[in-house]
């Protein structure tokens, strides 16, 4: 149980937690500009976009850096929140969007459109065969594991879920008649930022928001939740309709950042652990911090993947995966050793 | 589609199962084909019955030796071709290819068509190749051509192994001949230009479509930019290179994937009209062949439009 002191103090240091994020993810976003392959006059190429002078350095700014700064905030956001609804609702730590194979899923959908030329004729495809994909999922991880569950079916589902969506990612490209699909699965798996233009970013944007917004608006909810399920009940909190609305919710996010990037593991897994403590475990407030430092960690991957000099350029994923799995390590280890 | 594809041959009925004594069971069907050619004599022709050692069986496992057997063999002497000359996107021999049977570089569809000479390229379908080595079979492999000096070294040794030298060295000649033709337009400048392949990569010194650039009088902007062979080029640094021609290597089949997506990426659309843009598709530089010689007649005919609209000094 919370003192009084302690909740005035978080109340307090809620507000300044936030803007501490927000400004950290502006400064990384600021920096991702900064960033590239081409040496690049930051201050002239803004003048000159702003001014709507068609220079090179205008043009790489606005269709190379931008769309993939973006692209890197709103997708993090995406992971980072979606993270800490799914681990609030779940009662579990290890519930991510990745290892549950919401993100697999979600690929899944995303390739089904894109190969078999669906999301060539209707550009609008692509993210929504991602949140089908993302919503079957979530829908069959609560069937296979809803409610309360142990960890270990939790994990298993996920595990179940995610390699039958690999290998049937897998099998989508190797029908598809381009000679090149089935190298890109690579893509699919691990994700990247590259070359991702601005139209990806204005496809996504309103249905990654709608998921934002439903996921939010869950908090309240959610901090109900966390007294047990008859607790959330007696307290006026309808548990059927907050599932529903954090399962849409997350379908939407993860489906269309999945849908423009590929899958992007450990980030929901990652942030929610780091930011947890600082928010006294309540999945309420977790959701708005863990979306910033969603963004933040994708942002500063994606600096990384920049700056390693490797060709051709490291998928955002491995860096992810190098940072998360010894988090995922950690958390299995101290489970263990509570069971 | 197995059965289509691996119509066999009279004389290889007669072959047995196994898979022992390789060597003198090749020798005996030999024999038999011999036998057997001269009552199917309407499957062989006259030139070939002149020439008893030229090669019958001929297969062939990579596109680009696709490419040189089925323009220099008899058709009749090709047991096999990869089905990737069938695709007319990347194939400039597609309708030839629709006459032979095909393979997909597997030894498995290789061995039951005895071949006598087989056609591989360096870096493609490795395991059969060595299978089919492995095996006895007498197995030619082809480097990637990287200048119009190797083409012709290429095409020369190709005729030479299936026994047509003649049709080789008419074919060089052709190609030779429409060379020059180029080569007397001598430009005034040399424009800048920089050959963009799916996924981004762009070819740089000392590849074959740096030759083909060259050739075509031009100056091939990722050499200047110290790329060597194949290399993947940031899209920011295409944007930013500021050539006067950018060539998209795609096809336009509206099969999408990743790696042609980049080719339409909107930067491209907007570079400043001081870039033009052209599509070449793959067919005229995968292969160091006759082909090559329309990719530089194409290069140098794209150049000359835009020589004849630049403001002159």
Redesign the interface.
Known sequence: MRSEAAAEQHARSYPTLVIGLAALVLALFCISLAI?????DLKQAIGDAVAGR?T??A??LT???LPRALIGALVGFSLGITGAAMQGLMRNPLAEPGIIGISGAAALGAVTT????I??TVSLALPLGGIAGAAAATFLLFVLAGGGVGTMTLILAGVAINSFAGALTSLALNL??????V??IV?WLMGSF??R???YVLLVTPMMAIGWALLLAAGPALDGLTLGEDTAKSLGFDVGRLRLQLVGGAALSVGSAVAVTGAIGFVGLVVPHLLRPLVESRPGPLLLVSGLGGAALTLAADIMVRLIPV???LKIGVVTAIIGAPFLFSLIYRLRAEA | MCDSSHRRRPGQRTKPRKKAALPSRRALIGTAMIAVAALVGHAVNAETADRPNKPRRIVSLNLCTDDLVLRLADRANVASVSWLSRDRGISNVADLAMQVPINNGFAEQVIPLDPDLVFAGRYTARPAVALLKRAGFKVLEIDIARSLDEVRDQIRMVAGAVGEPERGERLIAEMDARLDELARKVPRRRLRVLVLN???FTSGAGSLVDSIIVAAGLKNAAADLGYTGF??M????V??S?VDVLILNGRHD???????E?LH???LA???PRTALFALPPRFWSCGGPAMVEAIERLSHIAAGLRATEPSE
Do not use: I
């Not at chain 2, 940031?234 to 640094?237: D, H, I, R, T």
């Not at chain 2, 509206?254 to 042609?260: C, I, M, R, V, Y």
């Open positions: 590239g392959y081409a040496p690049l068609p090179l350095a043009l790489v269709e190379l850096r894109f190969y078999f030329g999301a060539g598809s008649p381009n000679p090149y699909a190298s890109e893509f590259a070359d233009g601005m139209p060709t051709p350029e | 799916p996924n981004g290399g993947q940031p899209l920011e640094k944007a930013t500021d509206g099969l999408p994937s990743l790696a042609t980049l990426h909107p930067v907007r570079l400043p």
